[in-house]
């Protein structure tokens, strides 16, 4: 691992902060002033400094793809929540988090991990990362409002960005999105006077949710962990 790298996945600095401080010479390794970011640590026991402390090694990521039942609370902690998104995860992950939210009554695809630089880019807006739901109506939509949809309406006095929209069957579609404002899926529909029954999200960035039944939950294939990487610019 380089060492700029070693220092931003460590939680010490950002990538770009820890650039700065080696180029300043703040870092040591084994006892030796390194002012090359592309430093490569090859023995996993070296002891690596910052103003003479010791900076640990990163803790190993873990990324699980979750298919968020109904009723679950995307939450780490809310004591009015009856179900949060952790209680469906076994004890020992409680130390991850979800990325991005999905509200209580939607079901899907969500990503629970400790890899924080991969959060903030998928969670973030600048970054346009692509979500798709499944959406169930309560009766068949008209082209002419798909097309609306599709354009953008507005959602507090905000207009929504373009999206897509796939005709599945009669009153089920399949929309992909870019934002992420609260229960925006719901609140688009309900604008042109249609009610979701039922919202799953299928997709999100390159992962899919596959064949998961609600409440089942995998480990992300390290292809799929280096692809999403790749796709975030994460090096």
Known sequence: MRLQVFLSHSGACSRR????????????????TILEPSYQLTDPHSLVTLYGKRILPPK???????????????????????HKILDVLPP??????????LDKDTTGLILLT???????????????VDKSYRVVLDRSISGTDIKSLEKGVFLDEKKTAPCSIRHIASGTLEMTIRE?????????????????????RIRQGSLELGNLKEGQWRFLMKDEVERLRRDLKII
């Open 114 to 128: 400790n890899d924080g630089i991969l959060t903030h880019r998928m969670s973030h807006p600048s970054f346009e």
């Open 180 to 200: 992420g404002r609260k229960r925006q899926v719901r609140r688009m529909f309900a604008g042109l006077r249609y009610h979701v029954k039922d919202l799953t």
């Open 17 to 32: 902060k820890a650039l700065d401080l080696i180029l300043g010479g703040c870092v040591t390794v084994d006892g030796k």
């Open 60 to 82: 190993e990521n873990i990324y699980i793809l979750l298919n968020k039942p109904k009723g679950v609370t995307t939450t780490k902690s809310d004591r009015f929540a009856e």
């Open 92 to 101: 020992k992950f409680k130390d991850l988090y979800p990325v991005g939210r």
